[in-house]
């Protein structure tokens, strides 16, 4: 995966180099697991400070998009993307209430389904 800095941006090159990780989480192109270049590396490749990878990799961990394994290194969190937290919640609790009301489980996905194709 490659990141870019536009130095000629307004936006802080820690805030530049967080988009694009959590961009290239949400497309698919980083899957949870992959492991991401040490601070030095990436910095060294962007001609950026270690404290500014630093930050960025802060930022992402505080976010929960991705994990810092020990000396193993950095890797993209299971559930990396912020959003489909969200969405995972949201199926969560719509499966317990399909459950509660004694949907089976194939309608309940006739119901997603449905939904899916009305909201396009």
Known sequence: MKFAIDDGSATAPFEQLRVQIVAAVRSGDLIAGSKLPTVR???DTLT???NTVAKTYRELEKDGVIETRGR???FVAAGGDPSAGAVQLAATAYV???R???IDDDVAMKYVRTALRELG
């Open 72 to 74: 193993s290194g950095t």
């Open 41 to 43: 590396a990436l910095a």
């Open 100 to 102: 509660r009301a004694g």
């Open 96 to 98: 317990k209430a399909a």
């Open 48 to 50: 950026l400070a270690p």
